[in-house]
């Protein structure tokens, strides 16, 4: 994961990009690992943790309807989390962390450790799902390191664009 962290910090100095997260069963994780690192301020606008769907809604707008009908761990959430906050923070990179670290609450469609991240750039998006082992801590550093990874690969993406 540090090996991610640093070569995201070195291309968003590069290209002068700037990033903003929404995280849900992250708890923070991200904006903290990104925030470790000297020079960040660079880059790092904005990190939000909206763990709760009422401030999904409240704080970036996703409709309630769409929380309800798909649920909070679901593609379409991931991706307007990634949208909402990139608008909001008014960066060109956004990331939208959902899923479900455990150990409680999962369902047959939605087992612990099901995750969804999407990255939202001005030409580019993605979002994927993942499934997990391990233990809640494990389910949020391997999110975390995924949401990098993508982030890395959009922004070389773009880059080359």
């Known amino acids: 994961m540090e090996l991610f962290i640093n070569q995201v910090h070195k291309l968003l100095i590069k290209n ?9 069963c992250t708890g923070g994780l991200l904006s903290y690992l990104l925030t470790s690192i000297s ?10 943790v909206v763990y709760s769907n009422r401030v999904k809604t ?12 798909r649920g909070a761990v679901s593609e ?9 906050i990139r608008k909001l923070a008014k960066t060109d990179f ?4 959902t899923g479900i670290a455990g150990p409680g609450v999962s369902t047959k469609d939605k087992p612990v450790g099901t995750v969804f991240i999407a990255v939202d750039g001005k030409k580019q998006k993605t979002c994927q799902r993942f499934q997990f082992q391990g ?10 390191s995924k949401a990098l990874e ?10 080359q664009g």
């Open 94 to 97: 956004g990331i939208g962390l």
């Open 135 to 144: 233990s809640r801590q494990t389910i949020r550093k391997a999110a975390v």
């Open 150 to 159: 993508l982030l890395k690969s959009l922004i070389i993406k773009e880059d």
């Open 16 to 24: 002068k990009k700037t990033l903003a997260v929404a995280e849900s």
């Open 58 to 69: 409240s704080m970036l707008n996703i409709p309630a309807s769409l929380i309800l009908q």
């Open 39 to 48: 020079g960040s301020s660079k880059y790092f606008i904005l990190g939000l």
């Open 76 to 84: 379409e959430v991931a991706r307007k989390m990634s949208e909402k």
